[in-house]
């Protein structure tokens, strides 16, 4: 499984992005940013803002962002990874609606496995619709205030560690106890090869679950 850094390059709008936004003209000039970013502090204060003190005052509405992309392999499966979106998420790709996600304050996944263009250009939407306030106690910013992956499917190796998502949440991380293809126990299985797999410590694997695997990397920091 490849995890890949999918920050950079992505567009600011405020609004939905709307055919009616456009003929009004009410949307801003698009900024083009690197998440993580939160679109609500950069709006201006407003004494009369519906969630008050709570939010410091400033305005919520819907924003969205966008950005293009082009993919050479799609081998296996690929979906994107949003730690978090504040909030009513809505993403799309090439216009058409692939997943969402309503909670604003965990991760989901977007599985974009036999939808996209290999060698051409992808346009990738995510709306985030916070204009319904007062709806959080504190500050919660608004956006795609976290970090999204491109994850990319790959081996499974027996040594991998794994996680349990269910619904676009993750239920368990921890190692692999066992890993075969048929009968036989394997050190790895390659992509689009059936196997089984069992997890150490979860006897809670269900119908529709995603069993992710990754491999971790001690890296050395110097001061």
């Known amino acids: 499984m490849k995890r890949i850094d999918f920050n950079e390059g992505w567009t600011f709008h405020r609004g939905a992005g709307t055919a009616l936004e456009h003929t009004l003209g009410v949307q801003d000039a698009p900024e083009t940013v690197t998440l993580p970013h939160d679109a609500m502090i950069r709006m201006p204060r407003d004494p009369d803002a519906p ?3 709570a939010s ?16 050479d392999d799609c081998s296996g499966m690929t979906f994107l990874e949003f730690e978090g979106v504040y909030m009513n998420a809505s993403v799309l790709l090439n216009g058409e609606k692939v997943g969402g996600w309503v909670y604003g ?6 599985d ?19 204009s319904m306030q007062p709806n959080s106690r504190w500050y919660s910013g608004c956006g ?26 993750v239920v368990f991380t921890g190692n692999i106890n066992a890993l075969k293809r048929f009968k036989d126990d394997v050190k790895e299985v390659g992509t689009n090869f059936e196997c089984g797999i069992s997890l150490t410590s979860c006897n809670d694997i269900k119908v529709g679950d995603i069993i992710e695997t990754f491999e971790e990397i001690e890296v050395k920091t110097t001061l």
Request: with cysteine.
């Open 112 to 130: 974009l496995t036999g939808k996209l263009k290999i060698g051409q250009e992808n346009t990738i939407t995510v709306i985030a619709d916070n």
């Open 105 to 110: 304050y965990t991760n989901f996944y977007v």
């Open 144 to 169: 795609i205030y976290r970090n999204v992956w491109m994850v990319k499917t790959g081996k499974v190796k027996r040594s991998d560690r794994a996680r349990l998502i269910r619904d676009g949440i």
């Open 51 to 53: 969630s008050g003190n």
């Open 56 to 71: 410091g005052y400033y305005p919520c509405r819907t924003v969205h962002y966008t950005k293009e992309f082009v993919i």
